[in-house]
């Protein structure tokens, strides 16, 4: 029980970094239940709160977002290089996938944003840095 716990308080450090903006950048910081928790940033300044929700049966991977007016969700699309990772096929492992693109993110917030670095970033890839283990997070 123990052991479950500590996987589960475990403080984590996975940086994603935009391929298009390098200063915008989702840092994961917390594990919950079902999701990894962090901020989404402009050069440290934070522009709201970023969830990452691991595949089930029945979902795929997905994402959401929230600030104080407004909460989106979209589907994440995980790849290794150019090719799309997916919980049903064998070819890619989960650790090996290196960048995601969170589908609808920038259509969503381009309903409360006009910043035009934050829109670019969130339409395009983000790299999944060391700190990570591909989808998952990296055991320290």
């Known amino acids: ?21 390098p200063s915008i950048s989702i840092i994961l910081s917390e594990r919950r239940s079902n999701a990894l928790k962090g901020i989404i940033s402009k050069d440290k300044n934070i522009r709201g709160i970023f969830y990452t929700h691991k595949p089930t049966q029945i979902k795929p991977s997905s994402w959401s977002f929230e600030n104080t007016n407004v909460k989106f969700s979209g589907e994440t699309i995980l790849l290794k290089g150019h ?3 997916h919980p049903y096929q064998t070819e890619i492992k989960s650790h090996e996938v290196n960048k995601v693109l969170f589908s609808g993110l920038s259509s969503q917030l381009s309903k409360v944003s006009d910043e035009r670095e934050l829109l670019k970033a969130t339409s395009s890839f983000f790299k999944i840095g060391y700190g990570c283990y591909g989808g998952r997070i990296n055991k320290v």
């Not at 052991?3 to 475990?10: N, P, S, V, Y």
Request: net charge negative; charged share 20%; with cysteine.
């Open 1 to 21: 029980m123990y052991f479950l716990l500590a996987e589960i308080i475990k403080p984590i450090n996975c940086v994603l970094v935009s391929e298009d903006v």
């Open 83 to 85: 090719k799309i990772w």
